[in-house]
């Protein structure tokens, strides 16, 4: 068990962590039609924006309720009111992520009672789901801001009482923040060719099919999760929970319609693989198709040819604890050591971390801690600490801004997991001759 360690310092010189605002507004970009908002001023949502176009690559839509100095002393009631009203009129969204950051957490104001007193002046909005999630940014990170809006999302799901219209081939996905618009692809994929119809919150896939913004210029999300779809999970089987982090919600699916639910930590590695597949073929009848029994024996001889690369390496992870978790599991199933973990707040899967300890803390930590290396795995954000360390980074997590495909990469399956082997196995290659060349 991992030896759980906090920073003392009071300050993150160099931060690790994105704000939970980031990630609610990331996880409500996986809905069709939906325009995520943040209440509070424009700096808040502007700061949010950059972050998710650089990693993203596309422009995204994103409003702000403005709030000011002085709507902000003297209370920002009708800045809410006015805001929603002219987006709805404006941009006629389907659904509206609501987001509170930290200027309005501060105030205290009563979200949930405003949004129901304006649904009674304003009956029109009676049609148009509204997503409360409250991401303050001074406390949270990412991962955190995605799984609530997340839970978020399910608890709006309309209750049924007609359980007898379950579709015996639907299944809900829960795909956490650690998973790329890629992954999500390829774990859809792999759930259709079991003969089940998966429904993915939130399907970040729809992201690599459109500039996100269509042809007419609609100021809404074009791709991802429908609002029928999100309606129509009351009647699915059974809830696939990828991460850790995405337990609370599968939790409030089976409160509200007593769906059934199985988490999986990681779907890279052999073993973790297997025990998805075995899991599809356990809900859906059916035996694992041919293709995935050929990748599996394709996946057993890349790791025989790799483990040279892999043996006694020494990496350094600074990743958000549901994919810290994954990448430590797979490279250890591969012979690394962990040097050092860094990681940005606390998860139920850090203690169980087969390491001697996990720091919470930022990239200075990291730095210091990832001296004598051979490999860093981190965001775009360490690259300046590889290169002062003259040690090779492969980038993982939230933001890439600085190489090509990364959305479209994946690292889940046995096909992900090999193209996982080949990229950090020549990474390792590569740094292994640089050091026999000096």
Not at 344 to 360: F, K, Q, W
């Amino acid at each position: 068990m991992a030896i759980l360690s906090i920073t003392s310092t009071s300050v993150a010189v160099n931060p690790l962590k994105q704000s939970q605002p980031v990630g609610a507004t990331l996880a409500f970009l996986g809905l069709q039609g939906i325009m995520p908002m943040l209440h509070g001023s424009p700096g808040c949502s502007a700061f949010t924006k950059v972050v998710l176009t650089k990693h993203l690559g596309k422009v995204i839509p994103l409003s702000s309720t403005a709030m000011t100095e002085v709507s902000t002393i003297l209370g920002g009631e009708d800045k809410i009111e006015k805001a929603i009203a002219k987006l709805v009129q404006l941009s006629q969204p389907q659904m509206i992520g609501l987001c509170t950051t930290g200027l309005t957490e501060t105030r205290g104001d009563d979200m949930g009672r405003l949004l129901k007193e304006m649904r009674q002046r304003y009956p029109e909005l009676s049609q148009v789901p509204i997503y409360l999630v409250s991401t303050p940014d001074f406390k949270g990170t990412l991962q955190d801001g995605f799984a609530a809006a997340v839970e978020s999302i399910v608890k709006e799901i309309p209750q049924t009482s007609n359980k007898q219209k379950c579709c015996p081939k639907q299944i809900t996905i829960l795909a956490s923040s650690a998973f790329t618009p890629g992954d999500v692809q390829e774990i859809k994929e792999m759930v259709s060719a079991f003969g089940l119809k998966p429904i993915v919150v939130p399907d970040l896939s729809g992201l690599l099919n459109s500039r996100l913004l269509d042809a007419r210029h609609s100021l809404v999300t074009s791709g991802g999760t429908t609002l029928p779809q999100l309606r129509a999970i009351a009647h699915s089987v059974f809830t696939l929970t990828l991460g850790e982090s995405m337990r609370g919600a599968a939790r409030i699916l089976s409160q509200k319609f007593c769906t059934p639910y199985e988490v999986f930590d990681t779907l890279s590695g052999l073993e973790a693989v297997d025990k998805f597949l075995q899991a599809l073929a356990d809900i859906s009848g059916n035996s694992v198709p041919e293709k995935y029994r050929c990748q599996r024996l394709q996946l057993q001889d890349v790791m025989l040819d790799a483990r040279f690369y892999f043996g006694a390496k020494r990496v350094s992870l600074a990743l958000e604890p549901d994919l810290l978790w994954s990448t430590v599991s797979f490279l250890q199933s591969m012979g690394v050591q962990i040097h050092a973990a860094v990681t940005t707040t606390r998860s139920p899967l850090l203690e169980n971390l087969p390491i001697t300890s996990v720091t919470i803390g930022d990239l200075e930590d990291f730095e210091q801690l990832a001296v004598g290396s051979d490999l860093l795995i981190s965001n775009s954000h360490a690259a300046a600490i590889a290169k002062r360390l003259k040690i090779s980074l492969y980038r993982q997590g939230i933001p890439i801004y600085d190489c090509l495909g990364h959305n479209q990469s994946t690292k889940v399956g046995y096909r992900g997991t090999i193209q996982l082997l080949f990229d950090i196995g020549n990474l390792l290659l590569a740094s292994g001759e640089a050091k026999v060349d000096h």
